[in-house]
């Protein structure tokens, strides 16, 4: 096993961070290493924001649920789909690039495009011994988010990257079997199978946390997720991406 994949193993998210700003140099060789991930089509589909201003970052954390890694970090960054440019391109060409902009196939390039870039940035910044943890919650309110950060149309604000010099290393959480995630050929669909691995995943979660919590927490990751599941959450989310003409076609 080499060090890049020992590395990648070890990933844990990290919500602790000291008071540490991130040097230029730093952030540019994360972006830089965002940039070099795969792109489909060479279209490039993603913009980054890098969130400086202390009000914002504040602001942010408000709007993710009051978790304080989001203003209290080396650097926070805000990935974003971006067929802005697109629109851009096709003025400039004099190219009508509209129907296929607003396409759900385009919009899951943008997607797609913005996630490579980002695990290639998180990696990076674990690479140089800084920790990470990924903020879905900006999606809590994108309008509040979009007129935050003076997005236009065409430009999703998706998840932000928190990064910074660790304070504190949680454990690493255990993942699904691999049996259950890499199937061969064919979806597997034995109900008796894949129903197992679940039970036996349910096992290793629940003694995790109770090792974890000493004894305060043993809940399956079944029962975890489907409770989380059955909370409606951010269901706005169509009408705001087709508001902001994407995902119309």
């Known amino acids: 096993m080499n060090n890049v994949i020992e ?49 914002k970052k504040k602001l942010l954390a408000e709007i993710v649920g009051n978790q304080a890694y989001v203003a209290e ?18 003025a400039m060409e004099k190219r009508d690039v509209i129907p296929a902009i607003e396409s759900t196939e385009k919009f899951m390039v943008a997607l797609i495009d913005a996630a490579l870039a980002a695990q290639n940035a998180a990696i990076a910044a674990e690479s140089m011994g800084l920790g990470i943890c990924y903020i879905g919650g900006i999606r809590n309110n ?17 998840f932000g990257l928190a990064v910074g010099h660790p304070d504190k290393i949680n454990e690493k959480k255990p993942r699904l079997p691999l049996e259950h995630v ?51 959450s951010r269901m706005y989310m169509k009408q705001f991406v087709q508001d902001k003409k994407l995902d119309l076609r």
């Open 142 to 158: 994108l309008e509040a988010v979009t007129s935050l950060l003076k997005t236009p149309d065409r430009v999703i604000p998706l």
């Open 7 to 55: 590395l990648i193993l070890n990933h844990r998210s990290v919500r602790s961070f000291q008071d540490r700003a991130l040097t230029k140099e730093e952030i540019e060789t994360i972006v830089k290493s965002a940039q070099a991930a795969s792109t489909s089509s060479f279209i490039q589909a993603y913009s980054i924001i890098g969130v400086t201003d202390a009000e």
């Open 73 to 90: 970090n080396g650097h926070f960054f805000v990935f974003c789909a971006d067929l802005y440019r697109h629109e851009t391109i096709g």
């Open 182 to 232: 890499y199937h061969e050929n064919e979806y597997e669909q034995n109900g008796e199978i894949y129903k197992g691995q679940l039970e036996e995943y349910n096992q290793i979660v629940s003694n995790y946390y109770f090792e974890r919590t000493g004894g305060r927490r043993d809940d399956t990751w079944t029962s975890q997720i489907a409770q989380m599941l059955e909370r409606q």
